[in-house]
């Protein structure tokens, strides 16, 4: 928990839209949090979100707060999901909600009907959520409920079905990550043009029914494609996932997406599975016992559709080589052999523009201490990204 005066001054700022230029998400208030864990002064990070309302990585400034087209109400709120409108007056409504029932009956009551659409925004409607949580943050966690609804791309849950072969022997989580890289390895190709192929059929019913906004995006588009069609290995569920307490499937969800990465060090995409899976550990922390599991099965099976999405999986054989490196590997005192140490790597991150670094390290280093000092999780957290370059598609003007 972050207890700051500074920072629930910014963490309670209403001055900015969610988004800004279409969809491209409003970040500041992540960055606030991330900098904020990592010790970073109350001038840096003051500092830190004035410049990047004025001017983001992406070059663009944010937006003033949107008029809303609907007003938003019990009886509809579930009916504009996704529709990418009147995130203000979902504000309205969460927090009127939290005065009648207070956080935790908000929680209880309207978490579970989101979770399906975590992956919305690429994940960061549930980042913003979690990672309000996290800081104890009243009105972002407002915020939060609000973006996951405005953007909401269900992952379709309700299609997944138990492990019907081959998937007996996995035990944990990095198990079923290495039986599905194993059968992208020996079938890539029919699964790489599957997608390719689902990616460029724009004229069906389930194409249509994306939000044009996301096809200005690209990514965003190619996601909520593959959400929208699924594969039977996504809606595989593991064993693991309901006979394992959740607190050992989280611990192993954050080794298997740490290997991800570590397979493609400072991969843009495949940092968010890092910086969502905080999220949705904080969001499940505060649901009751009984819906746990059902936040699992979701990360599970949005985190394999992002990665189908890239019409591509990391292979069997470097995830096996990189498993075998670290999954016994502990930092044990001294100068470490290999990345850096915390210190530096922490000194780094506070000064980055970009601010998937110093959430990406907040992470990981939360994670390194509570395992007491995994290696995965210090040397991943040396790999640091780059903003990527925005598509061609956004010389078009946003659509909403």
């Known amino acids: 928990m972050i207890e700051s005066k500074l920072v629930d001054e910014l963490l309670n700022d209403q001055s900015y839209h969610i988004e800004f230029n279409g969809h491209l998400t409003n970040h500041a208030k992540h960055a606030v949090v991330a900098l904020a864990g990592l010790g970073a002064s109350p001038q840096k990070i003051k500092a830190y979100y004035d410049n990047y309302a004025k001017l983001t990585p992406y070059g663009y400034g944010l937006e003033a707060p949107k008029a809303s087209k609907h007003a938003i109400s019990e009886a509809n709120w579930k009916h504009f999901f996704g529709k990418r409108t009147s995130f203000s007056s979902y504000c309205e409504f969460f927090d009127r909600q939290e005065k009648e029932l207070g956080i935790d009956e908000l929680l209880r009551r309207y978490v579970p009907p989101l979770l399906p659409g975590w992956v919305g925004s690429f994940t960061h409607a549930t980042i913003h959520l979690g990672w309000a949580l996290d800081a104890n943050n009243r009105w972002m ?42 059968i992208w390895e020996d079938d890539h190709d029919a699964l790489h043009h599957w997608v390719e192929a ?23 588009y190619r996601i909520a494609r593959l959400l929208a069609e699924g594969h039977p290995l996504i809606y ?15 611990e192993q969800l954050y080794y298997a997406v740490t290997l991800l990465y570590l397979a493609m060090p400072g991969d843009f995409v495949l940092l968010h599975l890092i910086t969502s899976l905080h999220a949705m550990e904080q969001i499940a922390d505060h649901l009751p016992v009984d819906q746990r599991k059902y936040v699992v099965k979701c990360f599970w099976i949005g985190i394999l ?18 498993h075998s490196t670290y999954k016994d590997a502990v930092d044990t005192g001294g100068h470490p052999v290999e990345g850096q140490d915390w210190e530096r790597i922490v000194a780094r991150a506070i000064e980055e523009e970009e601010e998937h670094n110093p959430k990406m390290v907040y992470v990981l280093q939360r994670v390194w201490k509570r ?25 078009e003007p946003p659509t909403e």
């Not at 995994?374 to 370059?389: D, G, L």
């Open 198 to 220: 689902l990616l460029a059929d724009t004229t069906s019913a389930t194409a249509a029914g994306i939000h044009p906004e996301l096809a200005r995006s690209g990514l965003q």
């Open 305 to 322: 559709c992002v990665i189908f999405s890239r019409a591509d999986f990391p292979k069997r054989t470097t995830l096996a080589a990189l």
């Open 236 to 250: 595989e569920t593991p064993a693991w996932i309901e006979e394992q307490d959740v607190s050992t499937s989280w």
């Open 141 to 182: 966690t407002i915020e939060g409920l609000a973006y996951m609804a405005f953007s909401d791309v269900s992952c379709h849950p309700e299609r997944s079905f138990p492990v019907r072969s081959g998937g007996a022997r996995d035990q944990q989580a990095v198990d079923s990550l290495l039986r599905i890289a194993g």
């Open 371 to 395: 395992t007491g000092g995994r290696s995965i999780y210090r040397v991943a957290a040396a790999h640091f990204t780059t903003t990527p370059e925005l598509p061609k598609s956004f010389e």
